[in-house]
T-cell receptor
Framework: ETGVTQTPRHLVMGMTNKKSLKCEQHLGHNAMYWYKQSAKKPLELMFVYNFKEQTENNSVPSRFSPECPNSSHLFLHLHTLQPEDSALYLC????????????FGSGTRLTVV | GENVGLHLPTLSVQEGDNSIINCAYSNSASDYFIWYKQESGKGPQFIIDIRSNMDKRQGQRVTVLLNKTVKHLSLQIAATQPGDSAVYFCAESSSNDYKLSFGAGTTVTVRA
C-alpha cells in the first residue's frame, strides 16, 4: 500500500448511471490530484486540489465533477459518461502543491458500457 | 503543453542484463525529473528522481542520467530481474509547480 487508497478498484457503469470514485490518503499531504490514464497515452491531469481548494481544472468535461471535503479525501462524481471515458483513473497526493513526494493510488478501472 | 516522450514503446531484455530506458523532454524550464514504474493493476510507483543541478544519481540497482544539453533522460537498471517487468514512465516538472508531464511509457519485458 502506498498510503493512497482508491475505491472501487473496478467499476462498470452504463452511460445513464451516476457513480462516484473515492480517494483517501493517510500521508498528511495537502494536495490531491485526479489523473486519467488511457491505453497508449500519457497520464492526463484532470483536477488539482491544494489545501481543499481546486486550483486546476484541465478542461475536463462537466460530466466529471470533483469534490474535496478535506485534505485527506477526494471524490470524482461521474454522470452521463461516454464509452471513450473508459480508462484507469488515478488519484495522487503530494505534501504541498508541488511535484515533490507525489504518491499515486492503485487506480479505479472504469468501463462505460 | 510540453511533451515528454520515451524513445521506444517496448523493450525486451534478458534476465541478468542491464536495461536502458530513454526519455526526451522539450521544456527547457523543467528542473525536476522523475522515473516511475507501473506494474499491472497498480498505480505508478516512484523509482528515482533527479534535479537539474545534477547529471547523475544512483539508487539501488538504478541510475538516472540527465543530459540537459540535448534534453535527454535515461534510466539504467542493473542486472534486470523478472520483477522489473513493468511500464516505465518519465515525468518532468518545474520545482515550484505541481504539474507533472508524463511520457507515454516503455513496456519492459524480462526474458528468463
Amino acid at each position: 500500500e502506498t498510503g493512497v487508497t482508491q475505491t472501487p478498484r473496478h467499476l462498470v457503469m452504463g452511460m445513464t448511471n451516476k457513480k462516484s470514485l473515492k480517494c483517501e490518503q493517510h500521508l498528511g499531504h495537502n494536495a490531491m490530484y485526479w489523473y486519467k490514464q488511457s491505453a497508449k497515452k500519457p497520464l492526463e491531469l484532470m483536477f488539482v486540489y491544494n489545501f481543499k481548494e481546486q486550483t486546476e481544472n484541465n478542461s475536463v468535461p462537466s460530466r466529471f465533477s470533483p469534490e474535496c471535503p478535506n485534505s485527506s479525501h477526494l471524490f470524482l462524481h461521474l454522470h452521463t459518461l461516454q464509452p471513450e471515458d473508459s480508462a484507469l483513473y488515478l488519484c495522487a497526493s503530494s505534501p504541498k502543491g508541488n511535484s515533490y513526494g507525489y504518491t499515486f493510488g492503485s487506480g479505479t478501472r472504469l468501463t462505460v458500457v | 503543453g510540453e511533451n515528454v516522450g520515451l524513445h521506444l514503446p517496448t523493450l525486451s531484455v534478458q534476465e541478468g542484463d542491464n536495461s536502458i530506458i530513454n526519455c526526451a523532454y522539450s521544456n527547457s524550464a523543467s528542473d525536476y525529473f522523475i522515473w516511475y514504474k507501473q506494474e499491472s493493476g497498480k498505480g505508478p510507483q516512484f523509482i528515482i528522481d533527479i534535479r537539474s543541478n545534477m547529471d547523475k544519481r544512483q539508487g539501488q540497482r538504478v541510475t538516472v542520467l540527465l543530459n540537459k544539453t540535448v534534453k535527454h533522460l535515461s534510466l539504467q537498471i542493473a542486472a534486470t530481474q523478472p520483477g522489473d517487468s513493468a511500464v516505465y514512465f518519465c515525468a518532468e516538472s518545474s520545482s515550484n509547480d505541481y504539474k507533472l508531464s508524463f511520457g507515454a511509457g516503455t513496456t519492459v519485458t524480462v526474458r528468463a
